[in-house]
Every structure is written in structure tokens, then in C-alpha cells.
């Protein structure tokens, strides 16, 4: 039993790539980490020391910079009929890809598995996290997205070995334009040990800066609701929530946030949940471990003040 | 140019689920039923294409039992054209969905196919993915702003970390984000008026499409209640439960 798992870049190998390791591992079987882009050296090298990983494949062609799912998916269909399981974090582009190289291996797929329980059971959620599915796959090959924030990332090891590998054919169906990067000096959302979250109780963009305020005093990533992204208080990749980023950090502050299903399906799983809203019949309370009812704008300079 | 939607008959986002005692499902009997948000998305954009004079025909496709048909008049009554019901009370799952699409894709021969991002029930995000893959077509999946530019589409994708645009070969695959526009309601004369739109009616036997899921769900159980917590009088209160109860900071 072999797992393939694709790794995800940016400019670097992402976190998330050593928790979707860590779902492998829990199959038991050789696991092999599929680095693909464009001059991805430093990546591979990086992928090599993840514990668990028995071989690092590396794919470098101008054709997979940028990760374009039609060109990379053309790549795992073609390495991956040796695999039981084809794994990859349910990332932006795990879930952009991972269905095109299913349909192409003509096998199902199961998206954002939280749990593994055997090699062909596993656990996810459906309904905004309302219910917990457990399903079994009558495939022979197994293709997955991993939820990262249901894994810990492995640790470090010993290098693997790395070797080169090619498969597919750039299909031309599809060009790369441009990407316009959000900066932020904070650590990423789905990483991030603590997340502040604002709501549309800020009332603005410029108040944001509250939040923000709390948020460097923690050590925090910056989230948002829905609300607070359509109103243009923040970009829309602050999102929390069942069609933005699902977070399960050790402290998650939602302010000015009333809690609705779409946002608690990505944030419900976080350890200690902290809840400000002045409305007390918010549904926020009845997933807050601790509650505070008061207006915002009056406490959160205050919180932030004593925790500095 | 023609333009294809897929829509879904999905339990009202607004409806708090419950998990069936026998843990065999999720309680659909006397539940609001309505379109997926994410198809009426979709739908929304084929019709402002319409407006602006690249889409020439707008046809809507759903899978389901019956009563998706409300769906599909739904979106006739946003200014889709014509209706085609692909009528079944087995449940289908994302491939099989896709496969049944293709052969639509095969009959109607559209320029662009548009499918919301990800259904609220099953949440998978798979079947337009899958779809693309097995028609040939390009993806641009997660869109944001499709702009269609003589024979390539434009689209602009919310990936995480910003926003990434892509130039794909017509004909493509789109699935929709929240953001690419804000769907409109259906007026009263466009839904008497999309009871005359045409509607076709047929079996996955008739698309040649078997559709055995592969998939099979063991059971449903509803996830861990989090335990009730506590409301704290001020903010030295919360530092201080934070610090020594929770010892999160």
C-alpha cells in the first residue's frame, strides 16, 4: 500500500502540506510527497525531512508554476494509478485539483476528511459541520482532501530520498494571468495558534484596526464574517466560515459577530472560544466557553490594554 | 453563445439540521427546500451574460427527484430559457453527477458551464472540477469576475491569499464564489411567465449514465456538543479566566 501526497507551494512548501502527511501516516503505508512546480528545490529539500515521508517526487516544469489544475492533474493521474490513496490538503487549490484527477482516475472522492478510521473509512463533515458522515469508499483508489485544521503537522526527520519524476502533458487549456497577493505580516489564518474575528458589529474598515490592535498583542491572525468581507471591511480572504477558511486554534475571539451556522462551521472546533457582542440573544453565546456582553468599542481597547 | 447552469435542490441555508435518531441521515421530511446559494450565483451570472449580449441562450439543468423542478422553474424565472430535468430518487453523488452533466454537455454543445462552488448540503466541491475533467474543458473554479473575451473566458479565482485570474479555452467550466455577484429575485409576472418556458424530462437510463454510488455513507451522528460556557461581567474578569482557567494566554 502506497499513499501519494501532493504537496502544496507557494513560494515555499506550506504548513499545511505536514498535516495532510500526518493523515497519511495514520493509513499506514510507504507515504510519498509529490513536490510539483517550477524550480522548487528549497520546497523539496523542505518536504524531505517531514516524518513519515519514504520519498520526495519531484515534478520541476515551467508548466506546473503557479499550480494550474489542469496541467498538474494531467501529473497525478498519470503517477497515481501506482497509489491506494491520493491525498492533499483541502486548501484553495487541493479542492481545485484534486476532483480533476479523481474524475480523470474515474473514482470518487470524499472532501475535507477529518478523521481516518481505516484505509477505506473515514469521517467529514456535511451540512456546515452539522453532521458527521462516516463513509466508506468502494473505489480502488482512494482520493482525498485532508481538513488540516482536524491534524497536527509532523514533525522532522532524517531526509528522505528525492527523486525526479514526469508524467502528463501540458494540456494548454488554460493560462495563468496574474495574482494579486494579500501581505500581512500576521501569521497565516489557518495556522495561526490564536484568531481574532471581527463581525459587521465594527461598523467599518477603519475600526478593524481594533482588532488588529488585539490581534498583534496575541500573537493572532486577523478573521472576519461573512458580513464584515461583503461590506468591504476587510478582503475576502479573512473569511471564517463554511465557505471561507474553517480554524480550530487554542483561543478564537469572535467580535461583534452574532454567529450564524455558515460562520460556527468554520470556527466550532477551536478550543477556548471568546464571544463580545452586545446583543445577548447572539447565537455566538451558546458556543462561547467564555461570553462578554458589552459594545466593543468600549472593551476591546480595554482588553487589549491589559493584555499587553 | 450558449451557456449551461447546474442547479441543486438543497435544504434552506437558514434551516438548522437535524441528525436522524437512527443515525442513518440527516431529517429531510417537512424541511424548507430551495436552490443551493451558490447555484443561484450561477445563475445569476448567465443572466447578467445575457444581458450584456454574450450569452445568447441560457439552459438550466438539475438532477434530482420531482420536485427539483421548482428549482429549475426558479431559474427560468430569473431568465433562464429553457429547463431540462434529469429526473431521479437515488441519490447521486459528485462523479455520477458530473458524468450526467457531460452527456448534457454533449447534447446542448455550450460555450461555458457555470456551477456554484460547492452545495450546502454534501459540501463537496467536486462537481464542477469533475465535470471539466471529464468534458476536456478548462477550469476556473472559485470565480470572482468571469469576463469572456472573444474565444477565452477570463476568470478571476478567490484563492487563499488573495485573488489569482486565469485565461481559459472556451468552451470552460466555471463555478461561482459568494462574491461574483448578488443573486436577484424572481418577480411575480417572471414566475408566471416561466411556467411556459420548456421543460424536458428524463432518466439517467436515457443519458446512458449508471449512477451506483460509490461512496457509502455507514452512518451520520451529529457532532460533539461544545459545553455550555460562561458570561463574564467585564473585561478584567475575561483576562483573568483566560489567563488562569483556560490558560490560552
Known amino acids: ?308 | 453563445m450558449k451557456v449551461l447552469v447546474a442547479v441543486k435542490r438543497v435544504i434552506d441555508y437558514n434551516v438548522k439540521v437535524r441528525v436522524k435518531p437512527d443515525n442513518t441521515g440527516v431529517d429531510l421530511a417537512n424541511v424548507k427546500m430551495a436552490m443551493n446559494p451558490f447555484c443561484e450565483i450561477a445563475v445569476e451570472e448567465a443572466v447578467r451574460l445575457k444581458e450584456k449580449g454574450v450569452a445568447s441562450e441560457i439552459v438550466v439543468v438539475s438532477i434530482g427527484p420531482k420536485a427539483a423542478q421548482e428549482q429549475i422553474r426558479t431559474a427560468l424565472a430569473l431568465g433562464a430559457d429553457r429547463g431540462i430535468h434529469i429526473e431521479t430518487d437515488e441519490e447521486v453523488q459528485s462523479l455520477e453527477a458530473a458524468k450526467l452533466l457531460k452527456a448534457v454537455v454533449e447534447k446542448e454543445e455550450p460555450k461555458l458551464v457555470i456551477l456554484g462552488k460547492q452545495s450546502i448540503d454534501s459540501d463537496n466541491n467536486q462537481t464542477g472540477q469533475m465535470l471539466a475533467a471529464l468534458t476536456g474543458m478548462g477550469q476556473g473554479t472559485f470565480a470572482s469576475e468571469v469576463v469572456v473575451d472573444g474565444e477565452k473566458v477570463n476568470v478571476t479565482r478567490e484563492v487563499d491569499g488573495g485573488l489569482m485570474t486565469v485565461a481559459l479555452n472556451l468552451p470552460a467550466v466555471v463555478t461561482t464564489d459568494l462574491r461574483l455577484n448578488e443573486p436577484r429575485y424572481a418577480s411575480l409576472p417572471n414566475i408566471m411567465k416561466a411556467k411556459k418556458k420548456p421543460l424536458d424530462a428524463m432518466s439517467p437510463a436515457d443519458l446512458g449514465v449508471e449512477i451506483a454510488p460509490r461512496l457509502s455513507t455507514l452512518k451520520v451522528e451529529a457532532p460533539a456538543a461544545r459545553q455550555a460556557g460562561i458570561k463574564v461581567a467585564d473585561v478584567a474578569e475575561l483576562v483573568d479566566k483566560l489567563k488562569n482557567e483556560a490558560k490560552v494566554i
Open chain 1, 1 to 308: 500500500m502506497a499513499i501519494l501526497v501532493i504537496a502544496e507551494l507557494d513560494t515555499q512548501l506550506k504548513a499545511d502540506t505536514a498535516k495532510a502527511v500526518n493523515a497519511a501516516k495514520q493509513l499506514g503505508g510507504d507515504v510519498h510527497l509529490l513536490v510539483a512546480g517550477h524550480q522548487v528545490e528549497a520546497a523539496a529539500q523542505a518536504a524531505a525531512v517531514l516524518d513519515g515521508v519514504s520519498q520526495v517526487l519531484v515534478a520541476d516544469d515551467a508548466r506546473f508554476e503557479h499550480g494550474l489544475a489542469e496541467n498538474l492533474a494531467d501529473l497525478v493521474v498519470s503517477l497515481g494509478r501506482d497509489y491506494t490513496h491520493i491525498l492533499a490538503a483541502a486548501s484553495a487549490q487541493g479542492k481545485d485539483l484534486l476532483p480533476r484527477a479523481a474524475a480523470l482516475l474515474d473514482v470518487s472522492m470524499l472532501s475535507d476528511v477529518v478523521s481516518v478510521e481505516s484505509d477505506d473509512t473515514f469521517v467529514r463533515p456535511i451540512y456546515a459541520g452539522n453532521a458527521l458522515a462516516t463513509v466508506q469508499s468502494l473505489d480502488a483508489i482512494k482520493v482525498m482532501t485532508i481538513r488540516t485544521a482536524a491534524f497536527d503537522a509532523v514533525g522532522e526527520q532524517a531526509p528522505a530520498a528525492i527523486v525526479a519524476a514526469s508524467g502528463g502533458d501540458d494540456v494548454g487549456l488554460s493560462q495563468f494571468v496574474g495574482l494579486e497577493r494579500i501581505e500581512s505580516e500576521r501569521p497565516e489564518l489557518g495556522a495561526a495558534r490564536v484568531v481574532v474575528s471581527g463581525g459587521r458589529g465594527l461598523g467599518s474598515g477603519e475600526n478593524f484596526a481594533l482588532i488588529e490592535a488585539l490581534a498583534d498583542t496575541l500573537g493572532g491572525a486577523v478573521g472576519a464574517s461573512r458580513a464584515a468581507v461583503d461590506a468591504g471591511y476587510v478582503p475576502n480572504d479573512y473569511q471564517v466560515g463554511q465557505t471561507g477558511k474553517i480554524v480550530a486554534p487554542e483561543l478564537y475571539v469572535a467580535v461583534g459577530i452574532s454567529g450564524a451556522i455558515q460562520h460556527l462551521a468554520g470556527m466550532k472546533d477551536s478550543k477556548v472560544i471568546v464571544a463580545i457582542n452586545k446583543d445577548p440573544e447572539a447565537p455566538i453565546f451558546q458556543v462561547a466557553d467564555y461570553g462578554l456582553e458589552a459594545d466593543l468599542f468600549e472593551v476591546l481597547p480595554k482588553l487589549t490594554e491589559q493584555l499587553a
